[in-house]
């Protein structure tokens, strides 16, 4: 029905996460409108984007082709202290709170036995390997609290507790500037059993 | 637009578009049904503490123009809350809501399976080896389709002793005359009749008992077999 250069960038186009047939046929018409130039920089930024990037020697997490993220390059940072995260979205959530100064371990996943995810499939082994090297006196284990996450951080915490560090798991509990009346049952339980006491 | 107001247990999520949960529920009145959770996956959402794989709740569910059902409350039960602070026992309530997931049909009410699956995952906060709860569930869900190994005697002579193989195809225990399958071992034989035969209270009460591991790789392949598809969980997080 369409050209075959249409065709296939419409089907490439429904490849992409949450897009569908008739999306991807939207965007595709919308670039195909556009001037040549909107389109090669599009393209442009495609290519270098894989050609540009790769993984943190260090964290894993995606870094340019110097080999090292910009936390792991940033000398002032607590080495000490490693933040393990999901995924490279989640650094990005984690720095925008300004609360963190150490450094990250991005595994790339969770384990997550009914969709067959294994401790294999996640970068475990290189957080080992920088364990082993020793310096770092804290683990925060920074997953999701969900039952995928909560698999992992028990997994981790089994797994590592054989070098020696402390291992620590972020508070769940209530949003800030939150309702009491509104908060659900779960979260309210995981906030009692979080409490901490009252300075002053 | 009809509703139903139904308890259930999480059996399975799948992620849809941005922020919501496609949640496999095991009801006790409906079988098993399929239900969108819209925006559950937002820290705003009221109903993402509660709509997670091993949650047992009371849920209201309405029925839209398509198939999939969609979830407008929620009230937690709270009964499994053991069940994610151990990894023992987390693996172990994967293992049974994944078998309990494969063994269903949707939309067939089974009022005892439903209760089996409750009791078993009830049952982990309390049984000091987690792994031997998931084994039972699995070797009572063979009994429960009807398809319960051969115990008592040889499943191809009927020969009642020296019983030293377990045969899936046979169906059950073979003497030394008719071996064929895996070898088993004497404690492996008497956890099994003690599972299925009577005695399942006092299994669920002992810390590992003798034969656990070889029963558990037994009940793992049996139901496999019977079901005709891969027990994930169980591969993944070495369970048993």
Redesign the interface.
């Given at each position: 029905m369409y050209p075959q250069p249409l065709r296939a960038l419409i089907d490439e186009l429904g490849r992409l996460p949450g897009i569908g047939p008739k999306s991807a046929q939207r965007m595709a018409f919308y670039l195909l409108r556009q001037p040549d130039e909107d389109a090669r920089r599009l393209a442009g930024a495609l290519v270098e984007m894989r050609e540009q990037t790769s993984l943190c020697d260090v964290c894993c997490n995606v870094a340019d082709r110097s080999g090292r993220c910009d936390t792991c390059s940033d000398t002032r940072r607590d080495t000490s202290v490693i933040c393990v995260v999901e995924d490279p979205r989640d650094v990005v959530a984690v720095e925008r709170s300004g609360a963190f100064r150490g450094t990250y371990h991005v595994l790339h996943g969770a384990l997550s036995p009914l969709e067959g995810v294994g401790p294999d499939q996640l970068r475990i082994a290189e957080l080992k390997s920088r364990l082993a090297d020793g310096g770092v006196a804290e683990v925060i284990v920074c997953t999701n609290p969900n039952v995928e996450g909560d698999a992992t951080a028990m997994y981790l915490s089994r797994e590592l507790s054989g070098f020696g560090i402390s291992m620590t798991r972020p508070a769940s509990g209530l949003p800030v500037g939150g309702d009491l009346e509104f908060a659900d049952d779960a979260t309210l339980g995981r906030a009692f059993d979080g409490r901490r006491p009252l300075e002053g | 637009m009809n509703t139903v107001r139904c308890e259930a247990i999480v059996l399975?999520t799948y992620k849809l578009?941005?922020a919501d949960l496609i949640c496999v529920l095991l009801t006790r009145d409906h079988g098993k049904v399929r239900a969108v959770a819209h925006g559950v996956r937002r820290?705003?959402s009221?109903?993402?503490?509660?709509m997670?794989?091993?949650d047992h709740v009371d849920v209201l569910l309405a029925k839209g123009r398509t198939e999939l059902l969609s979830v407008r409350q929620v009230e937690?039960r709270?009964a499994f809350?053991h069940v994610?602070d151990?990894?023992e026992r987390?693996?172990a309530g994967?293992v049974i809501?994944?078998t309990a997931d494969a063994a269903t049909i949707e939309h067939h009410a089974d009022e005892a399976f439903f209760e089996m699956v409750r009791r078993a995952l009830a049952t982990l906060g309390e049984a000091p080896t987690p792994s031997v709860v998931a084994t039972a569930f699995l070797f009572k869900t063979l009994a429960h389709e009807g398809a319960s190994p051969v115990l008592e005697h040889c499943a191809s002579c009927g020969e009642d002793t020296d019983l030293v193989a377990f045969d899936l195809a046979e169906g059950g225990l073979l003497c030394s005359s008719c071996r064929r399958g895996r070898p088993v071992s004497p404690e492996a034989v008497a956890l099994m009749r003690r599972i299925l035969l009577g005695g399942l209270a006092g299994v669920l009460r002992e810390e590992g008992p003798p034969g656990s591991a070889e029963v558990a790789s037994i009940a793992i392949d049996a139901v496999e077999s019977n079901l005709g598809r891969r027990l994930?969980?169980a591969?993944?997080?070495g369970a048993h």
């Open positions: - | 399975r578009a941005e820290t705003s009221k109903l993402g503490s509660r997670e794989v091993l937690s709270g809350d994610r151990n990894y987390l693996a994967l809501v994944e994930r969980a591969r993944v997080l």
